[in-house]
Nanobody, 124 residues
Framework: QVQLVESGGGLVQAGGSLRLSCAASGRTGSTYAMGWFRQAPGKEREFVAAISWSGFSTYYADSTQGRFTISRDAAQNMVYLQMNSLKPEDTAVYYC?????????????????WGQGTQVTVSS
């Protein structure tokens, strides 16, 4: 089992930045790749970014490429999502997730473990 806890969400104006954090505990010694997903009201959950177990490979959604950066600190069992140039359409609950795949993947069905989510609201 892997437990995930997100933090760092909040209210920010358009054009601003936020940094989300995800703390992992439990079987963190396994080779889990990590991902961030988001879900806005009335919409399906969508992929945001993923990072491989090694941290050498990252993968982004078209909508976040160039604005968001995913990173991980294996020693601290932490994953981060730096979000810059935020837009109102980035407003959503953001979820951290872990997959036993060692590669960065975008399919939510491949992720076994999920956090409770953190709200990000971008005002115009």
């Amino acid at each position: 089992q892997v437990q995930l806890v997100e933090s760092g969400g909040g209210l920010v104006q358009a054009g601003g930045s936020l940094r989300l954090s995800c703390a992992a505990s439990g079987r963190t010694g396994s080779t889990y790749a990590m991902g961030w997903f988001r879900q806005a009201p009335g919409k399906e959950r969508e992929f945001v970014a993923a990072i491989s177990w090694s941290g050498f490979s990252t993968y982004y959604a078209d909508s976040t490429q160039g604005r968001f950066t995913i990173s991980r600190d294996a020693a601290q069992n932490m994953v981060y999502l730096q979000m810059n140039s935020l837009k109102p359409e980035d407003t959503a609950v953001y979820y951290c997730a872990a997959t036993p795949s060692s590669d960065a993947v975008d399919g939510d069905l491949q992720y076994y473990y999920w956090g409770q989510g953190t709200q990000v609201t971008v005002s115009s």
